[in-house]
């Protein structure tokens, strides 16, 4: 059975068997064996009738992933079709170092967008190719640059935060990796002001990939020079974390103590909700729909119904296809049923 009250023992990631800011605008408001797929949720919630633009009140702290399909002002009226006032985008394709060129009226029309649907968090998730902790003289500089350049975009946004993958230290030197990185976020930082927040994002670890786990993030953070790093948080991806070994289905609380031994649950500003398509400790990062992974419903229900999570905003990252926005409604709808004690 799981632990009702904090854990005595703050844990360690669990292996698989195998060998494989700104202040949050938000207050108030079956257990499954490792590596085995829980079975589809039994009594999934209803699509609501109303207008998906009227689902989301303005203090509802869920979200999602949304398209900048035809420019970034496009958006947030995106997030009002799933029936969100919170959200995260990318600022230019993530697949590529070609930076974009933006009309100087972009960051104005992006503005008058989120006024007009009524938005409350806007975040960016960095490009895919950065990696602040390369060994490669030539591609750490290159990164630092595309770092600075995408910082430089979210403060023109006036975005919240701005979600980073701690990177890979590629030579295996791992402390040389977290050096590099502080290093790197520390340039950016320096140089563009502003009130986004970079957010590193526990990753599902191995090999030479930082940030998975608590204390390799606390490493890393320590590295930070202090006028920098109170700008720096933390993202927590459900997925992620049960890849890297952290049992939410067993150890929900001692998870946290971990957190909290670690890093401090203060520092702790946003949640990427993802089911797991592979068991605990896999060290793979394949997102599932919300209740239909390795994860099930119960980690889900016990994250939306902490008071400690409450103000915190909740981002999704779950599969698109074929509908990115009634998958994005399901997901959604499967997250509200289980904050008020539905679900199954």
Not at 113 to 128: F, P
Not at 146 to 159: G, H, I, N, Q, S
Not at 247 to 269: I, K, N, P, S
Request: glycine residues 10%.
């Amino acid at each position: 059975m799981e632990k009702a009250g904090l854990s005595s023992q703050t844990p360690r990631p669990v292996e698989a068997a195998t060998a494989s800011g700104r202040a949050n605008r938000f207050s108030g408001s079956g257990k499954s064996v490792q590596g085995e797929r829980p079975g589809p949720r039994r009594d999934p919630p209803r699509a609501d009738p109303r207008p998906a633009r009227d689902l989301a009140p303005e203090t509802d702290e869920l979200g999602s992933h949304v398209s900048t399909a035809g420019g970034v002002e496009l958006a947030p009226r995106r997030a009002r079709e799933i029936g969100a006032v919170c959200l995260q985008l990318f600022t230019k394709p993530p697949n590529r170092w070609t930076e974009p060129t933006w009309d100087p009226d972009v960051p104005l029309r992006f503005a008058r967008a989120k006024a007009e649907e009524k938005i409350q968090v806007v975040g960016s998730h960095d490009s895919y190719l950065i990696n602040l902790a390369s060994p490669d003289p030539a591609l750490w500089q290159r990164s630092v640059e595309a770092f600075r350049r995408e910082l430089a975009r979210c403060a023109a946004l006036e975005l919240d935060f701005l979600v980073t993958h701690p990177g890979n230290a590629t030579d295996g030197d791992v402390e040389g990796g977290r050096d590099r990185n502080a290093e790197g976020l520390a340039r950016a930082l320096a140089e563009v002001r502003g009130g986004t927040r970079v957010l590193l994002e526990l990753t599902a670890g191995g090999g030479s990939t930082l940030g998975g786990s608590f204390e390799d993030l606390a490493a890393l953070l320590a590295r930070i020079p202090p006028p920098w790093r109170d700008r720096v948080g933390i993202c927590f991806d459900t997925c992620h974390a049960f890849a890297a070994g952290y049992d939410l289905v067993g150890d929900y609380e001692g998870v946290w103590a971990a957190f909290e031994a670690a890093l401090g649950l203060d520092r702790l500003a946003l949640f990427h909700l993802n089911d797991s398509r592979y068991p605990l400790g896999s060290r793979r990062d394949r997102h599932e729909h919300l209740g239909e992974g390795t994860l099930g419903v119960e980690p889900f229900r016990r994250i939306l119904q902490d008071p400690r999570f409450s103000a915190i905003p909740k981002i999704l990252e779950t599969p698109k296809e074929p509908d990115p926005v009634a998958n994005d409604r399901k997901n959604l709808a499967f997250l509200r049923a289980l904050r008020w004690g539905g679900g199954s």
